[in-house]
């Protein structure tokens, strides 16, 4: 198993275990650039409201981002913001003041700017009652203007283990119109070594749920290089998850970082896959994928070629955020809740990550903000490359630096010695037009966005991000 090809109609990926094994290494993931661990505590509250009131102005749609950070119990592989906990009824004080920050923030909003994107990431969003749902819901049509449009967006990760056919009912009728399961295996071994036992049948019935509510994509994430993972077990896993032909597939990499993430030191090492087998996994998934008609999205995430994510990176209308792709690029993404990031007129800021601080700010009537970042104009050039380059595999340099009135020879001098590296190796193609990531490179789109980083060369104590793999 060393090389699989993409199907027919679907975008290139080429799985080449030599040349994935040489260049894995650490970077960022660029949901954002510049990347979360530049932002600065410089930018606070007067800088958000001030990004605010230029975004006014520019007459954008919004989108929301809510996050939840509670969970019933703690999964050992989670790199995640959140709080455990078995008392549900927190989340109707949590809500309370999420809601009192989106009154805080709509305050600087103009009214007539509509939503037209939704999620509420986690955490474990249904980890709030029907009652505190519905509240959180119905309080934030209230306090904006949210879309009718076939086109919007209403999304939310789901705990199938904590959630019936009545709570997606409700979902449904709330709005929301997309679901992200979590499943990461089924193989009861792999489940039991992660402290997330979950049964096949509960969770293909939540799945099977959301589409018979109406909700028009329904999202899958696995993770590979889990501890006692082997290619039969997870080949079942595969095998039972496309069965039901899930509208996108996310198949994560597993980040063993113990010294960041607590949980993590709850997994035996000694039971993680070697690279080689992790590798082999990796390479298991891509090849049921292709052959199951799924087209590469980019990163880690695939979709069948009629889903909204496909149609929109064939028409060059893809986009990468801190809610990973999405299909709606000219938009600010307002970030509600424990640790959210906002992306406002060229500015990142983001909410205190642990919990007491972002309930004081909130209830103390201030905006929460922790760090962020004003983007130069360097930055800007920089983001829209790494942009194209995540989404699209290519970026048209040419017309980009003409637009900008530079030369791309001169100005990123020391992103084309990198380049040319990766050029050597097959991962890169160069040349007067611009830039592209050959078949082989699309699987590490991470390594040739590191090439435009202008902030990973700078001295000091270096970011620590997972593998490109």
Same mark, same amino acid.
Request: net charge negative.
């Given at each position: ?8 109609g ?15 290494k650490?970077?960022?993931? &660029? ?7 530049h ?5 606070g ?6 990004a605010?009131?230029r975004?006014?102005g520019?007459?954008?749609a919004?989108?929301?981002?809510v ?13 995640c ?15 309370a003041?999420v ?10 909003i ?5 939503v037209?994107?939704l ?15 519905t ?5 934030? %049509? ?18 199938? %283990? ?5 709570d997606?009912?409700l ?19 792999v489940q ?5 036992l ?9 799945l099977?749920a959301?589409r018979?509510?109406?909700?028009r ?5 696995l993770? &590979? ?26 198949v994560?990499? &597993? ?10 030191r ?22 049921r ?10 990163m ?11 149609r ?22 307002l ?12 500015t ?22 922790w ?6 104009q ?7 490359i ?24 001169a100005?990123?001098?020391d ?12 991962l ?25 980083? %202008? ?11 997972s593998?490109?793999?």
């Amino acid at each position: 198993m060393d090389t699989y090809s993409p199907v027919e109609g679907g975008l290139a990926w080429c799985f080449d275990a030599a040349t994935l094994r040489r260049h894995d290494k650490p970077g960022p993931r &660029y949901t954002s650039y510049p990347t979360a661990p530049h932002f600065h505590e410089a930018f606070g509250e007067s800088e958000f409201t001030a990004a605010l009131a230029r975004s006014n102005g520019q007459a954008r749609a919004l989108s929301l981002y809510v996050h939840v950070p509670f969970c019933s119990s703690p999964c050992f592989y989670c790199g995640c913001n959140r709080i455990i906990s078995r008392d549900r009824s927190r989340g109707h004080a949590y809500v309370a003041r999420v809601l009192a920050e989106a009154d805080l923030i709509a305050s600087h909003i103009d009214p007539s700017r509509e939503v037209i994107q939704l999620h509420l990431g986690g955490g474990t969003p249904n980890f709030l009652t029907r009652e505190a749902m519905t509240e959180l819901l119905q309080s934030l %049509r209230r306090r904006f203007r949210f879309s009718t449009s076939a086109a919007r967006d209403f999304s939310i990760e789901l705990d199938p %283990r904590f959630i019936d056919r009545d709570d997606v009912a409700l979902l449904a009728e709330l709005g929301f119109n997309r679901a992200s399961l979590g499943v990461q295996d089924f193989d009861p071994a792999v489940q039991a070594s992660i402290n997330r036992l979950q049964g096949v049948e509960q969770t293909l019935d939540i799945l099977q749920a959301c589409r018979d509510h109406g909700m028009r994509s329904v999202n899958v994430d696995l993770i &590979y290089g889990l501890p006692g993972q082997n290619e039969q077990g997870f080949g079942r896993t595969l095998e039972q998850v496309l069965a039901l032909r899930p509208d996108r597939l996310a198949v994560y990499g &597993y980040a063993h970082l113990p010294q960041l993430f607590r949980a993590q030191r709850q997994i035996d090492e000694s039971r993680l896959p070697a690279p080689e087998q992790k590798l082999a996994l990796l390479g298991l998934a891509v090849e049921r994928l292709l052959q199951a008609g799924y087209q590469y999205i980019g990163m880690d995430h695939f979709a069948l070629p009629e889903e909204d994510l496909s149609r929109a990176q064939r028409a060059g209308q893809l986009h990468r955020n801190f809610m990973g792709y999405t299909t709606h690029a000219d938009t600010d993404l307002l970030g509600l809740g424990v640790s959210a990031i906002s992306t406002v007129a060229s500015t990142y800021s983001q909410n205190p990550r642990d919990l007491p601080a972002w309930e004081a700010a909130v209830d103390a009537g201030h905006l929460p903000v922790w760090r962020g970042v004003q983007l130069d104009q360097d930055d800007l050039l920089r983001a829209e490359i790494i942009q194209r380059l995540m989404c699209h595999g290519h970026v048209d340099a040419a017309a980009l630096c003409a637009a900008r009135g530079i030369l791309f020879e001169a100005y990123f001098a020391d992103a084309l010695v990198q380049l040319h590296a990766l050029q050597a190796d097959g991962l890169a193609e160069l040349d007067e037009g611009g830039v592209r990531a050959t078949e082989a490179g699309r699987p590490l789109l991470r390594l040739l966005a590191m090439c435009f980083d %202008r902030y990973l060369s700078r001295p000091g104590q270096p970011a620590r991000y997972s593998r490109a793999l």
